[in-house]
């Protein structure tokens, strides 16, 4: 695996990470408060269709609920309704994907730094990091909350970068979604899509990431022969 592979400069010098579906695996918890929420809010089941799915699945929250209802009480009632649940459910539905700390463990080990940029609402994410254990692995961690544009703007990895002090070209952003691969490549960093999400290959070709891996493992073997 060549540097240029991942458009890096000469070295490895951070790794941020996507969370949900990438380091770790909550689309059925996410696709359970979205049904649950709208049917106790709006009388009716949402998403139901794999389009709407993956629609919103890759969206914030806080973007999302307004495309399927004009009213702000209804909107501030959903994301009420969807904290409540995901609170309750979260314990036995976050699951973190095999490698997923071992990779860390060794970036860490390795001098590299690590940080997760996720659109996710930071109640949800301190609820996940509690369960998945990963907090202290973590350089820096930036939320839907701290930025006003969400992916694929390049906002989120721009904050990053910037509180670890690492250049885009030394950085690579690992996803598992073509909205990941987008906001990677907008802020300059290399591009890596992890396959076992709820996107295709195909859908990924469309974004052209520097690599698509099929899982943590074989990310890390990749990694782990760039210096740095």
């Known amino acids: 695996m060549s540097h240029n592979s991942l458009n890096l400069d000469q070295t490895l010098g951070a790794v941020l990470f996507d969370w949900d579906g990438t380091l770790v695996d909550t689309g059925g918890i ?9 049917e106790e809010v709006l009388g009716y089941r949402f998403p139901v269709e794999e389009s709407d799915r993956r629609r919103v699945l890759s969206m914030r929250a806080v973007d999302s609920f307004p495309t399927i209802t004009s009213g702000p009480e209804q909107v501030a009632e959903l994301t009420r309704v969807f904290d409540r649940t995901y609170a309750q459910l979260a314990p036995t539905h976050v699951q973190v994907h095999s490698g997923a700390g071992e990779l860390l463990r060794e970036l860490k080990d ?21 369960i998945a254990g990963l907090s202290a692995l973590m350089d820096v ?5 701290d930025v006003a544009k969400g992916k694929p ?9 910037s509180q670890i002090a690492v250049t885009p070209s030394a950085s690579v952003y690992v996803g598992d979604g073509p909205v990941d691969a987008r906001a990677g490549k907008a802020a300059g960093l290399g591009t890596v899509l992890m396959s076992h999400g709820l996107h295709s290959r195909d859908e ?11 899982d943590l493992h074989q990310l890390a073997a990749i990694l782990r022969a760039i210096p740095v």
């Open 30 to 38: 996410l696709l359970d408060c979205w049904q649950m929420s709208t």
């Open 110 to 130: 390795r001098g590299i730094r690590t940080g997760v940029v996720t659109s996710k609402a930071p109640v949800r994410y301190e609820i996940d990091a509690q």
């Open 141 to 145: 961690v930036i939320t839907g909350d």
């Open 153 to 161: 703007d390049p906002e989120g990895i721009h904050k990053a970068l």
């Open 204 to 214: 990924f070709q469309a974004v052209d990431p520097d690599l698509i891996v099929d």
